[in-house]
């Protein structure tokens, strides 16, 4: 809100002073005032105005002088020079020292409103990407990770170590399984966080693109080039630049991939002019780049510059203890997302999900548990809110152990299964079961019925020999 920027108006003018004040208070600026530099200087120090505006020449301290004094004290400042044309040479060069703008008297008042919203403008956007990259910052702290997994626990050991370096990082993985988030959790805990994370996806963009995208080009370098584009290498400057899937990345450009990693140089394609970066490199793959290098697909150069770390991150099927507190987090995310009221999963639908598999890994369990989430109609999710693949492929699977059966049932087995091979072995005869078991046919007639074992005729049997 424009209540809470406060305006400086520095102004040996008292007229200029008065007049200003009472415009920018009325567009909902609060404002102070300052006769001369030096006493801008200590209202500004004192009051901590986001925005000043500052009169050139003034008796004393001239209004260069003051704003030099105010930028070193407080760089973010947003201050704008109020100049006659004799001193209009002196107001572009300070523009260079980071004055935001400059406004020739006599001024029009509807400009310095302008100047002056637009200043307001672009503090409200830097605070607000100050907030992102707060948030971004709290999401990727490693202490939020959700796992029980010792060696996962171990793998964020290790990216709090790793990401104060430099060094170039190898992410292995399956699919699905979190390598970009872990990617974004070694930018967002580094030095480099307040700068990009910029990400690309080798296999996702056509092979004749894939240089532009990386280096950017000119205006007609190609059919197409209709104007100057940056790639993603300049727009990482300062930052991170993530390269998914990096083994689909073709052998012509990882030559060139591989001089900017070493001469951190590069031009755009179509151009001449060697631009010069400063960006760290995170790969990442789901397959073995050692056999690509042995197979010649993979540039073994390549290779080590990025492989100065590396990485793995252990699919879900081997740390089934994450799996309940992943589909629980799951669950609050989207059940917030689609305004539903669900409080957990059945003992069933649990039970499936920590049977499954999970080929697809984190990101098949959040589809998975999504779905439930728009599927159910309770408020808990039950095994038919699940994926219908899951729930069958847990069907086919072999279950679990019973627990001890009683001693009656046992026995009741037992002897259901003596009586079968007996009769078996008797042809049926019963007589002759008997005498081998060494009961009465009466005595058999009896168990056959207990036990279920050819009940029908055994019913019949039994009623004709009462």
Not at 29 to 34: D, E
Not at 40 to 49: D, K, M, Q
Request: glycine share 6%.
């Amino acid at each position: 809100m424009k209540s809470d920027y406060q305006i400086l108006i520095v102004d040996d003018d008292e007229s200029i002073r008065r007049m200003l004040a009472a415009v920018l208070e009325r567009e909902g600026y609060p404002t102070v005032t300052a006769k001369d530099g030096e006493e801008g200087l200590a209202v500004f120090r004192s009051a901590s105005p986001d925005i000043v505006l500052m009169d050139i020449r003034m008796p004393g301290l001239s209004g260069i002088e003051a704003m030099s004094a105010m930028l070193q004290h407080r760089p973010g400042a947003a201050v704008i020079l109020m100049t006659a044309y004799a001193d209009l040479d002196t107001a572009v060069r300070a523009i260079k020292n980071g004055v935001f703008d400059f406004v020739i008297k006599p001024f029009d008042l509807a400009e310095i409103g302008l100047l002056v919203n637009r200043a307001y403008q672009i503090r409200e956007m830097r605070r607000e990407i100050g907030l992102l990259q707060h948030e971004l910052s709290e999401t990727y702290r490693l202490d939020r990770f959700i796992t029980n997994d010792p060696a996962m626990r171990q793998l964020c050991h290790s990216i709090e170590r790793i990401a104060q370096r430099n060094a170039s990082v190898v992410i292995h993985g399956e699919s699905g399984v979190g390598k970009e988030l872990l990617a974004a959790s070694l930018h967002y805990n580094s030095p480099r966080a307040a700068r990009p994370f910029v990400k690309v996806n080798c296999g996702a963009i056509p092979e004749g693109l894939l240089e532009s995208e990386f280096f950017g080009h000119e205006k007609g370098s190609f059919t197409g080039a209709l104007a100057r584009r940056t790639g993603r290498f300049e727009h990482a400057d300062g930052g991170t630049l993530f390269l998914d899937e990096i083994g689909e990345l073709p052998l012509a450009l990882q030559v060139k991939l591989l001089r900017v990693i070493q001469d951190r140089e590069f031009e755009r394609v179509g151009g001449d002019k060697t631009l010069r970066v400063d960006v760290r490199l995170v790969a990442a793959t789901n397959r073995n780049l050692e056999e690509m290098v042995a197979a010649g697909t993979f540039r073994q150069d390549l290779y080590y510059r990025l492989n100065v770390v590396n990485l793995s991150i252990p699919p879900l099927r081997q740390r089934p203890s994450d799996i309940p507190l992943l589909a629980a987090h799951f669950l609050r995310k989207f059940t917030a997302e689609h305004g539903r009221e669900i409080d957990g999963f059945d003992d069933h639908a649990l039970a499936i999900l920590q049977r499954y598999t999970w080929p697809g890994n984190v990101r098949e369990l959040s589809n998975a548990v999504e779905r439930a989430v728009v599927m159910s109609s309770g408020q808990r999710i039950f095994a038919e809110d699940l994926p219908l693949p899951i729930v069958e492929a847990c069907r086919l699977t072999p279950t679990a152990p019973r627990p001890p059966k009683q001693l009656k049932e046992l026995v009741r087995n037992f002897e259901s299964e003596i009586i079968a091979q007996a009769l078996e072995r008797n042809q049926g005869n019963r007589s002759r079961t008997a005498s081998e078991l060494g009961i009465s046919r009466r005595a058999l007639l009896y168990k056959l019925h207990e036990l279920d074992l050819d009940a029908g005729e055994c019913a019949d049997s039994v009623a004709s020999c009462e």
